[in-house]
């Protein structure tokens, strides 16, 4: 079976989340090349303190050098979602996320809205359009 006929290539729920985990599990293993390879080489991206919209892979590149700079050790996890599929070959996972960081040496928790869209891409689900922001206080 080829990777572009596998069942999970074939749903778009469990390719959208497999998309997500990938990027998730990167993210939790530091690995800058890993978060980098969930995402499109035309994504678009609105990270948690990003001012303007990020439209290129050294943007996106850029942004998560700093996060894992600046608040290594950190890790992610999913709470609550869903997933909206739009076609056979594109989805929208929506809901939250929970994050521990580091900073000035202590552990930070913080819990964050996500909106990812996903997309089928030669036989690979890919983050398009991205965008997290904190829970306003």
Do not use: C
Request: glycine letters at 8%; charged letters at 15%; hydrophobic letters at 45%.
């Amino acid at each position: 079976m080829t990777p572009a006929s596998s069942p999970a290539n074939l749903d778009p729920t469990a390719g959208a989340l497999g998309a997500v985990h990938a990027w998730i599990n990167a993210v939790n293993r530091n690995d800058l090349d890993g978060i980098l390879a969930a995402f499109a080489h035309d994504a678009r991206f609105f990270g948690t303190s990003t001012q303007t919209l990020v439209s290129s892979p050294d943007g996106i590149k850029a942004y998560f050098e700093v996060v894992l700079k600046n608040y290594a050790p950190l890790s992610a996890a999913l709470g609550q979602i869903t997933v909206t599929e739009l076609s056979s070959g594109s989805a929208v996972v929506t809901g939250y996320d929970e994050w521990q960081l580091t900073i000035d040496g202590k552990q930070v928790e913080g819990i964050g809205r996500l909106s990812i869209a996903i997309a089928l891409r030669e036989g690979r689900w890919e983050i398009v359009s991205f965008h997290r922001s904190a829970i306003p206080a």
